[in-house]
């Protein structure tokens, strides 16, 4: 099956600067690529998603960017907030699969000390 | 709230007992997942049901078994539950449609001691 990495597992910054996580997953069939934000306690929530024939989504402070050439795809969040803290988790759709499961990273800590 | 519904919330159960977790989809999601996730190993993809059947199975133990009802509702059954199946287990849906992201509950905390 795919086999998705992400980094980093903990990351800090002072509110009002930018958060970059990376991931990269193996299978180049792998056709959609969503994030989701966990917070203490809550199911994981979709935030911003993109297709494997898009190179760049932005959605307001959060944007994801796609490189299928090196199999890697980051998310972005800029001028952060206290409230942006929590666990993102990175996911990727194996293409060709009968189902629409997706796999996931192994989650990062993303703290926005104010 | 998100719209999918799990219960319980929490449950705690002695080794070698069998428990069921309930979900019931977002109105008008046809596809059910269940996910467990650990400690140290993520959110892992145990199986989906897409309107009554199996659609897909991930690294779901033979002492698991799941099935999805008429009205759309699931659960996943654990037995034999052993202290390593000590997780939170969430269920998701969605229409079933491709390039769609899915709706998570909110969790079954499930303690085995």
């Known amino acids: 099956g795919e086999n998705v990495e992400q980094h980093p597992s903990t990351l800090s910054v002072q509110e009002g600067d930018s958060a970059v996580i990376k991931c990269t997953y193996s299978?180049?069939?792998?056709?959609?690529f969503p994030w989701y934000k966990q917070e203490l306690g809550k199911g994981p929530q979709l935030i911003i998603d993109?297709?494997?024939?898009?190179g760049e989504k932005k959605d307001q402070r959060i944007a994801v960017t796609l490189n299928k050439t090196a199999k890697h795809f980051s998310l972005h969040i800029t001028e952060t907030q206290p409230e942006d803290s929590a666990v993102y988790f990175c996911?990727?759709?194996?293409?060709?699969?009968?189902?629409?499961?997706?796999?996931f990273g192994t989650g990062t800590s993303l703290t926005v000390i104010p | 709230d998100s719209g999918v519904t799990q219960t319980p919330k929490h449950l705690i159960t002695a080794t070698g007992q069998r428990v069921t977790l309930r979900c019931s989809p977002r109105?008008?999601?046809?596809?059910v997942y269940w996910y467990q996730q650990s400690l140290d190993q993520g959110l892992q993809f145990l199986i989906q049901?897409?309107?009554?059947?199996?659609?897909a199975k991930g690294n779901i133990l033979e002492r698991f078994s799941a099935q999805q009802f008429p009205d759309l509702h699931s659960e996943l059954n654990l037995s034999s539950l052993e202290l390593g199946d000590s997780a939170l287990y969430f269920c998701?849906?969605?229409?079933?449609?491709?390039?769609?992201?899915?709706?998570f509950g909110s969790g079954t905390r499930l303690t085995v001691v």
């Open positions: 998701a849906s969605s229409q079933g449609q491709v390039f769609h992201g899915y709706t």
């Open positions: 109105s008008g999601d046809l596809s």
């Open positions: 299978d180049s069939a792998s056709n959609y």
């Open positions: 049901y897409y309107n009554g059947e199996e659609r």
């Open positions: 996911a990727a759709r194996q293409g060709g699969n009968t189902g629409n499961q997706f796999y």
């Open positions: 993109i297709r494997s024939n898009v």
